[in-house]
């Protein structure tokens, strides 16, 4: 199991140290771990799985901070990481952001959440609902509480009761003056459009988020209009499976807040909300291109925040591009981003300009990619419908509410 | 091991340098340790903030810790967890200051509130100070036994501390007892998991010296308590479920029934949001099944969804620990994801590593129905910017193409890439092309006309210029320029760096010769004068091959440079097929990342003799396992596989056409595990050499094309014991007593030397060839290995000093023996095991 927990900023420094078993690692591991991401030339291009001399490392970077963990036995390399992957998720959900100073600034809450979250190299909890109760997040209310009560300790006095209740990311006895659950479809929409502009690959990747401001025990049945469409779902544990199994109905008690109550992926779509096509026709020394943006498909609400990014491949020595529409930023590594953001009801829209090759090149042989976001409010192109949410043990009405948004994943145009 | 050291990062000069700041602390500290005032815990909060900051950033702020220690009477509990924190860091350091915090940590231990006695209880058990173990003992029991779940959790915990801490104290106490009474009757399943990975830990580090303890371990799979966690599985949180999992993956079902059981009530597991629950309970499907043909299929196509969800929702760490299983999983049975290829492709945003597997994926999953649309993908790829990317996709297309699958349309497009003129384009084609053609001669013809039209100027890279000079040679009555082009290379022979180069152009200008005479006898002349001349011993030698042979006589000449070939069907796997088995077998562990089997790597080598040191030149001699049973068992191993390196020959690579073959000979494994253990056994591995893998080359490489000249592989007349052991105590006063008696200079082939980048890899390669490693030591470029082996017969024992130096490739050997007369055997046996290192 894990033996040591390593924080490193984006420089290799060490912002914070976790030994876990009686073996001591020693900090020398980070010096030969950065030498190995200085010999690779980024940090990111580093293998999460490494072996060192001495020890297996697993390594997952957020934000510039880089989780390193060690072990010098064998254990399931997913565990390590997504162990790694919750305690950054869990530490930029406290700190609100992950950064050096951040850490930094905090590392007293750092060490205290990794103490409750692994003992001896096996995880403990990395709930965040859970984790709360225990340690305090360094928020705006809790400083302006210590100041008014006096009281500066960032710890509750109590354990936190869910531990000892059958419903282990709630607690049991909650209240809120407001009663009210919401419920989002957030889906991203991944594509690929090869260089012929057929499309290759389409799906959607959705999360059903739910934040739950509601009193005592709730039990909440969740049904769809049209489960049929999901190819496979994953779920918050909180979600009971035998109903699932049955009727596809979501039958679960939530935690308190926001939480992700399952994902699903919706595999094979037939087509994407719009088009992207990119040209180019190189000619003695210049190449020049144009790029057309459109509704292919139309979702029926509007589509806001375009943007299209590709970078110029290095041979480019210059370019010159113009929209009709919306504005161009060419940054100094060569990345073009193409802001459009709403789609514009009357026109098409598109760019154009020329790209100057290296002397000696006459047309361009190597052709970049576009990344294309957007965003649809209102609409899951997945087809996904809710059909109700039912509260079987109210202690008043809730409010009940639902949102959907599409949002362009990793939509890529080739050219 | 030093405290936090400063001494590997010098402090930045914003940094503070230390010393006086932590003077200043500790006066501030002891002025406040008696304070009662109100508002005392607020400054001694900022104070412990400040020491725990310079302890984080690598200050040794120890100095202050009786200060800290008077400091920690405090109802604070932030204050309590810093002091916690502090004193864990340095009691190891300081185990007579240590004892001061017994004091405080005992009384916490009584506190009335449970986190704080639960914190605490964790604090004294973290200590690691061996001389305070008594004062464990009283708090460790009264904390198993406390109301409240918290403390119990982690008291579960704190007696694996103790027991790697003391074994006799916490066996003493009669903790495992009363763990397992936890384990099975405890309310909280937290606690219930702490104490079944405390147990596991327990017994089977006590199992190999007492019988209860392995009775103990084997009590924790029956049937009773795999079914008791099985039907608490829900109430654990994920990690918990993955450790019980593991456990239940260990479990034998008696009957299918049984089997069926179990998977149904672990079906929703694979829902889980958490991909370590799903990959475990995978791994618990996958072996339960694999006496049952059809239901193990069934598995395959239940765990498809969940695992491909895995690899495109999370992120990229976890794709590529996902990816890893499922190219395992791919290997065995190509056909499952055969109809999900589009989840392989590419994005371009994705880190390198994660691509690359993808890119192996495709490769392992194309058949004849999706090897259209997968090389079509592959190509978008070879036009990408990213020129690892290309290069590697390119690569993916030549080991497509030699999977037999549409070769007629991949050729053009190979042929395609060529016209793309791009230099890593054309580079990495090249090398294609030529392997393409050792296996499929027919399409000569085709390649032939676009291959001449390359100018060799484009051509820099060192491979693929090999590659082109070959291509010249073997196709020279087909190439109307060759000759010319060839005679053009020899002329600016000086400026080519490579020696691989030369040494092909030096065989393709002999085969030119050999089939255009005229044409090509200057090229001869000169290429073999600069190459007699030349300063590198192989090119040097192999001119003086060819000269002579051309002297001798032309026709003998002939037959030995240019003999009619045969097309090759299969190029040799890195990985035979058992070692893939024995790596499903570790299925969910590090083995699959590093596509190892787990015995190749795992921390008994790193704590034993091969304890590879950071310092250049301070060589470790391991101390630990000081009976042969470790070396034993892993030559062991090792001889298995060497074996199994041999039958590798006539079943590997029967993955790419015939997926169901492939996993066969696993169904029964329980009867052909036990037949072929036998078979291990009848084998006695007396000649190691002559078990080594035979390489795959293609019959140009009996000149040694790439390697250096051949070692002759006639067995050399000494044996040794391939289960010889020493203590490495016993080593270094052996070495100390007896005299050098042969001291040699040799060289080492450089692809063994690229090896070398993994320490364990030499080694290991001796190993197979009865020559144990004691221990070894360096950095780039200079290594040192000490080697030790025995006399199959009588008990002469060889001691061997190599050190080794990457970038000249040379070795100096120092051997030292009680058997004067087979110092000479041994050193050329020696020498034969070492060239053989890294052409296999």
Same mark, same amino acid.
């Given at each position: ?99 050096? &100073? ?110 739950? /401001? ?90 806001? /925040? ?26 100094? &590594? ?18 154009? !300009? ?28 997945? !087809? ?32 | ?34 304070? =009662? ?7 001694? =909060? ?22 800290? @220690? ?58 690691? @100070? ?28 704190? @007696? ?31 606690? #219930? ?56 993956? %260990? ?26 629950? #799903? ?58 994801? +055969? ?55 390119? =690569? ?19 042929? $395609? ?45 060192? %491979? ?48 030119? *010769?050999?089939? =255009? ?51 090759? +069907? ?24 590093? $596509? %190892? ?14 304890? *590879? ?130 001291? $040699? ?64 490739? %040379? ?30």
């Amino acid at each position: 199991m894990l033996q040591c927990i390593f924080l490193l900023s984006d420089s290799g420094e060490v912002l914070l140290e976790k030994q876990l078993t009686g073996h001591r690692v020693d900090r020398a591991i980070c010096d030969w771990f950065w030498n190995q991401i200085l010999t690779q030339g980024d940090s990111l291009k580093l293998v999460p799985v490494i072996s060192s001399p001495t020890h297996y490392l697993f390594q997952v970077v957020r934000e510039g901070i880089t989780f390193l963990a060690c072990t010098q036995i064998e254990m399931p390399p997913l565990m390590a990481i997504e162990f790694l992957c919750r305690v950054a998720d869990v530490l930029s959900n406290y700190l609100d952001g992950l950064n050096e &100073d951040l850490i930094k600034d905090n590392f007293v809450i750092v060490y205290e959440l990794l103490d409750e979250m692994i003992d001896n190299g096996f995880p403990l909890t990395t709930e965040p609902n859970i984790l709360r109760e225990m340690i305090a997040p360094p928020n705006i209310v809790s400083k302006v509480l210590s100041v008014v009560t006096g009281n500066t300790s960032n710890v509750s006095n109590t354990l936190p009761g869910a531990t000892a209740s059958c419903v282990p990311w709630r607690k049991t006895d909650l209240k809120h003056a407001t009663n009210e659950v919401y419920v989002d479809l957030v889906e991203e929409m991944d594509a690929t459009i090869n260089r012929d502009g057929n499309l290759v690959k389409c799906e959607i990747y959705g999360e059903v988020q739910v934040n739950s /401001n509601l009193s005592g025990l709730p039990d909440l049945t969740l049904s769809f209009a049209n489960p049929s469409v999901f190819n496979d779902v994953r779920f918050h544990p909180c979600v009971r499976l035998r109903p699932w199994e049955l009727n596809q109905i979501l039958s679960f008690v939530p935690p308190d807040g926001q939480f992700k109550l399952m994902s699903y992926r919706v595999k094979k779509l037939k087509s994407t909300p719009i088009y992207v096509k990119p040209q180019f026709t190189s000619d003695s020394g210049t190449c020049r291109i144009s790029v057309l943006v459109g509704i292919r498909n139309d979702p029926g609400k509007s589509i806001d /925040n375009i943007t299209v990014e590709f970078r110029l491949p290095p041979c480019v020595t210059s370019s010159d591009l113009s929209p009709n529409y919306g504005s161009v930023n060419v940054l100094a &590594d060569k990345t073009c981003s193409w802001t459009i953001g709403r789609m514009p009801k009357d026109k098409a829209p598109s760019m154009s !300009g020329t790209l100057v090759l290296e002397t000696g090149m006459e047309r361009l042989h190597v052709f970049p990619t576009f990344q294309v976001a957007f965003r649809i409010m209102g609409v899951a192109l997945s !087809g996904l419908k809710i059909d109700k949410l039912d509260l079987k043990n109210p202690l008043s009405r809730p409010h009940k509410g639902f949102r959907a948004l599409t949002r362009g994943g990793e939509f890529q145009v080739r050219s | 091991m030093a405290p936090p050291a400063q001494s590997h990062r010098s402090p930045s000069p914003s940094q503070p340098s230390g010393k006086g700041e932590v003077s200043d602390l500790k006066t501030q500290l002891r002025q406040l340790a008696g304070s =009662r005032a109100p508002g005392t815990d607020d400054t001694k =909060r900022e104070l412990f903030k400040k020491v725990i900051s310079y302890m984080t950033i690598g200050i040794d702020v120890s100095s202050v810790f009786s200060e800290m @220690v008077m400091c920690s009477a405090t109802s604070d509990i932030v204050l309590k967890k810093m002091c916690y924190l502090y004193v864990g860091n340095y009691a190891k350091h300081n185990p007579d200051l240590a004892l001061l915090t017994i004091n405080f940590l005992q009384r916490d231990c009584k506190d009335e509130d449970p986190m704080i006695r639960g914190l605490a209880l964790r604090s004294s058990c973290s200590l690691g @100070v061996a001389n305070l173990v008594e004062y464990l003992v009283g708090p460790l029991g009264n904390g198993l036994k406390d109301g409240n779940s918290y403390v119990r959790m982690v008291a579960a915990v704190g @007696v694996l501390k103790l027991y790697h801490l003391s074994a006799s104290t916490c066996l003493d106490a009669d903790f495992p007892p009363l763990l397992k009474q936890l384990m099975l009757k405890d309310k909280d399943a937290q606690v #219930v998991a702490n104490c079944l990975t405390s147990l596991q830990e327990i017994w089977s580090l006590e199992a190999s010296t007492s019988e209860e303890a392995a009775r103990e371990r084997e009590m924790l799979l029956s049937k009773p308590v795999v079914y008791y966690f099985l039907n608490r599985m829900k109430e654990f949180s994920e990690w918990a479920q993955c450790i019980v999992l593991e456990l239940v993956s %260990k479990y034998v079902p008696v009957d299918s029934e049984e089997i069926f059981d179990i998977m149904n009530l672990l079906e929703d597991r694979l829902l889980h949001a958490n991909g370590a629950v #799903v990959l475990a309970t995978i791994k618990v499907f996958l072996h339960m099944t694999l006496s049952m043909t059809d239901v193990h299929q069934q598995v395959y196509e239940r765990i498809k969804a969940p695992l491909l969800t895995l690899v495109s929702s999370g992120s990229p760490e976890q794709s590529y620990a996902v990816l890893s299983h499922l190219h395992l999983l791919v290997m065995r049975a190509p056909y499952i994801f +055969s109809s999900d290829y589009k989840h392989f492709y590419c994005q371009y945003n994705e880190p390198f590593y994660v691509k690359k597997l993808k890119l192996d994926m495709l490769t392992a999953v194309a058949n004849e129905s999706n090897t259209y649309e997968i090389v079509t993908e592959l190509c978008e790829y070879v036009a990408n910017v990213d020129i690892p990317m290309a290069r590697e996709s390119i =690569r993916a297309v030549g080991k497509i193409a030699l999977q037999q699958y549409d070769v007629n349309a991949i050729v053009d497009r190979l042929l $395609q890439f060529l016209e793309m003129e791009k230099e890593h384009v054309t580079a990495e084609t090249l090398v294609l092309v030529k392997d393409l053609l050792r296996k499929y001669p027919q399409w000569s013809h085709d390649c032939i006309a676009v291959v001449g039209n390359i100018s060799s100027k484009n051509v820099q890279e060192p %491979k693929a210029k090999a590659a082109l000079i070959w291509m010249l040679g073997e196709y020279a009555q087909d190439m109307q320029d060759s000759p010319y082009i060839l005679e053009g290379l020899v002329e600016n022979w000086d400026e080519e760096n490579s020696a691989e180069v030369r040494l092909h152009l030096l065989t393709a200008v002999m085969k030119c *010769f050999l089939r =255009r005479a005229p044409e090509t006898q200057k090229a001869l002349g000169d290429a073999l004068a600069a190459g007699v001349a030349d300063f590198n011993q192989d090119v040097h030698d192999r001119a003086l091959l060819y000269y002579r042979l051309l002297k001798y006589d032309v026709s003998v000449a002939e037959r030995i440079v240019n003999p009619p070939k045969q097309a090759v +069907s299969v190029f040799a796997d890195t990985q035979s097929s058992e070692m893939k088995d024995r790596i499903f077998d570790e299925f969910n562990s590090l083995s699959v990342v590093y $596509q %190892k089997p787990s015995y190749m790597f795992t921390d008994k080598e790193h704590r034993g003799p091969f304890a *590879f040191s950071e310092e250049l030149g301070t060589l470790s001699i391991g101390t630990e396992p000081s009976d042969g049973a470790v070396a034993a068992q892993r030559v062991e191993a090792n001889d298995k596989d060497l074996l199994l390196g041999t039958s590798e020959k006539e079943e590997s690579h029967g993955y790419g056409n015939n997926g169901s073959a492939y996993s066969a000979p696993s169904y029964d494994a329980s009867t052909t595990a036990g037949a072929s253990q036998g078979h291990f056994d009848l084998v006695s591995i007396d000649q190691p050499s002559t078990l080594h893998p035979p390489s795959g080359f293609a019959i140009d490489d009996l000149l040694g094309l790439g390697m250096p000249a051949a070692p002759s592989s006639a067995p050399p007349a000494l044996l040794l014991n391939a289960k010889a052991a020493i203590d490495p105590s016993a080593f270094q006063q052996k070495w100390r007593q007896l005299p050098v008696s042969l001291s $040699q200079e040799t060289s080492i082939d450089p692809q063994g030397v690229a090896g070398m980048t993994n320490p364990q890899a030499l080694p290991q390669h001796m190993q197979g060839h009865s020559i144990n490693c004691i221990a070894s030591g360096g950095q780039a470029p200079n290594f040192k290995f000490f080697f030790f082996a025995q006399k199959a017969e009588g008990s002469f024992a060889y001691l061997v000093e190599c050190v080794i130096n990457s970038s000249s490739c %040379k070795v100096q050997l120092k051997i030292k023996t009680d058997d004067q007369a087979t110092s000479q055997a041994f050193s050329e046996l020696f020498q034969s095991a070492l060239s053989k290192f890294g052409s296999a």
